[in-house]
């Protein structure tokens, strides 16, 4: 069997099914030198799959969801705003919902991405934005990014662990809702209607805040520092 072959049996293979806890959110600048790996690897498409990975996290998209979207289902209302019309697949609630990316605190660099992908091309209204028309070659091409030490719990020995994370598609969603709260002050009805759930019980198992979020809220930056020096090591 030649290579050819075998990644395509890799790329249809059933994906396992996640056992293990989904990883604290890692920084934005941290995920967008990861989205820079995927720019400069020797993926066939790599500059689409980097701004698909920009599109997943800005929108907080599942992977079905964000394949599907088509140039008329983005609004350009002036260089500083885009609103995307995603159809959302599992909420009867909010079967669309309109959500917006702007230039704003950590979004900017990658606004910016999307924006010189959609400069670079000239789509036809109903052309997909994306190349990728299986979700499956997204989870086999991105689970080659390998992010070094991410903190997650194990369950079995119940303690805070630091972890190698192979990429996932959904971690993006799981890492664009924590930062909504932690970063842009999103409450639980906000998060609900962005992410297209019917209730807000998903944010329990969704939004992945660390302790650091949390005194950040609470104290000024220079006294955080101090604080984790003393007691939390750095």
């Known amino acids: 069997m030649n290579e050819k072959e075998n990644n395509t049996e890799l790329e249809n293979r059933p994906l396992p099914v996640r056992v293990k806890p989904i990883p604290m959110a890692i920084d934005p600048d941290k995920l ?26 800005l929108t907080g998209a599942r992977v079905t969801e964000a394949i599907n979207v088509k140039r008329k289902h983005l609004e350009i209302r002036n260089n500083n705003l885009f609103v995307v019309n995603l159809k959302t697949l599992k909420s009867r609630v909010y079967p669309i919902r309109q959500l917006p ?34 979700r499956f070659k997204v989870f086999y091409r991105l689970r080659k990014i390998m992010i070094p030490k991410l903190l997650q719990l194990d369950p079995n020995k119940k303690a805070w662990i630091e972890e190698d994370f192979h990429l996932h598609p959904h971690y993006l969603r799981h890492c664009r809702l924590s930062h909504l709260a932690s970063i842009f002050d999103f409450n639980e009805i906000q998060l609900m209607k962005f992410a297209g759930w019917s209730s807000t019980k998903p944010t329990i198992f969704y939004i992945k805040l660390s302790y650091s979020d949390i005194l ?9 520092s101090e604080y984790f020096e003393q007691f939390l090591g750095g």
């Open 32 to 57: 967008l030198k990861e989205i820079n790996k995927i720019n400069k690897s020797d993926y066939r498409n790599r500059w689409d799959l980097a701004v698909f990975t920009s599109f997943m996290y």
């Open 101 to 134: 990316i702007a230039p704003v605190k950590t979004d900017k660099p990658f606004f910016e991405i999307l924006s010189t992908y959609l400069e670079e091309n000239s789509f036809q209204e109903d052309d997909f934005l994306f190349p990728f028309q299986s």
């Open 216 to 224: 950040k809220k609470m104290i000024q930056p220079s006294v955080v």
